[in-house]
């Protein structure tokens, strides 16, 4: 049989990290959004997992419903000056399309994905250009981690498009700490400029939290990541849990196993945990409180249920 080929930076990250201990068993954590998309196929397994009904239904159906509810408050505060609108992990960029839609022949547009992805950008760069919506703007920072918004935000500026407007959609901000990423972005905006985030928000009903995250569609696109350090997906088994105000999305080994890569070689026990993605789920008044230690202004919608927020902030 072939060997699998590994792939070092996931490979790295996991002996960085090691294990921790929860009474005998040994839990793994590689939960970093930036290994999601390191292929193409890694990236379409996530575009897959966005067609899937649960996640329609529970992310992108009530974004969309809360936006549309609200775009006229929106618009009015934005006002009328041409606006540069970063989309930041972008991905094929339809979310971003959809809010500009409502925009479109108000005022002058520019848009800006970003994400770390390549194959996400060139996604979201073809199908906001098919609309004629904005100008898209194509430079080497398209393809950036959110660490590098300070540049990007500096510039974008110029004498006619001097306001930024963030999107932060899709459940995005629940992937990271939440200081962390509010620290960077708040750092890359200038007075008056704006951001719009979507996540979703703890109803304290766990089974319905987790209903979202119990489907085959994310099992496909999360298993890609282990696939790629060697692991088998037949000795996988995933599950999702709600633990420390997040949902943690993880496998159990089911048999023995070892990897070897670069001189170093790690052995997995039955029964060994690793986690490869979490999900953060806030209070609404803890997600307020959060918004409001890095903005100045802060209007939070909430949907019917109250599990999910848009956040519409200025600096």
Do not use: H
Request: hydrophobic content about 40%; aromatic content about 12%; some cysteine.
């Amino acid at each position: 049989m072939e060997k699998k080929k590994i792939n070092g930076t996931i490979f790295r990250e996991l002996i960085k990290r090691g294990y921790s201990l929860e009474g005998n068993t040994r839990i793994w954590n590689v939960a970093d959004s930036k290994l999601w998309y390191i292929t193409p196929e890694q990236a379409q397994g996530f575009l897959d997992l966005e067609q899937s009904e649960d996640y329609q239904k529970d992310v992108i159906q009530k974004e969309i419903d809360l936006i549309q509810s609200n775009i006229k408050e929106i618009i009015e505060k934005i006002g009328k000056e041409p606006l540069n609108v970063i989309d930041l992990g972008c991905g094929d960029g339809k979310k971003a399309r959809l809010f500009m839609e409502y925009l479109k022949g108000r005022l002058k547009l520019r848009y800006c994905p970003i994400d770390i992805s390549s194959y996400m950008v060139e996604k979201a760069i073809k199908n906001v250009k098919e609309l004629d919506i904005a100008k898209v703007v194509e430079f080497k920072w398209n393809i950036s981690d959110f660490e590098n918004l300070e540049n990007v935000s500096f510039l974008l500026r110029d004498r006619e498009y001097k306001k930024n407007f963030l999107l932060l959609l899709g459940n995005t901000l629940g992937n990271f700490e939440i200081n962390e990423l509010l620290y960077q972005i708040r750092s890359s905006m200038k007075d008056e400029d704006f951001i719009l985030i979507g996540n979703g928000l703890n109803t304290k009903k766990v089974a319905d939290i987790l209903k979202a995250y119990n489907n085959e569609f994310l099992d496909e696109f999360l298993v890609k990541i282990l696939g790629q350090i060697g692991l088998e997906e037949k000795n996988l088994e995933y599950g999702a849990r709600f633990k420390n105000s997040r949902v943690e999305m993880y496998y159990t080994i089911k048999e023995d196993c070892k990897i070897s890569f670069l001189g170093k070689t790690v052995n997995f026990n039955k029964g060994d945990q690793i986690i490869v993605a979490v999900s953060y789920k806030y209070q609404k008044d803890d997600f307020i409180a959060y918004l409001k230690m890095y903005f100045d202004y802060v209007k939070m919608y909430v949907s019917d249920d109250k599990s999910y927020a848009v956040a519409f902030c200025k600096k």
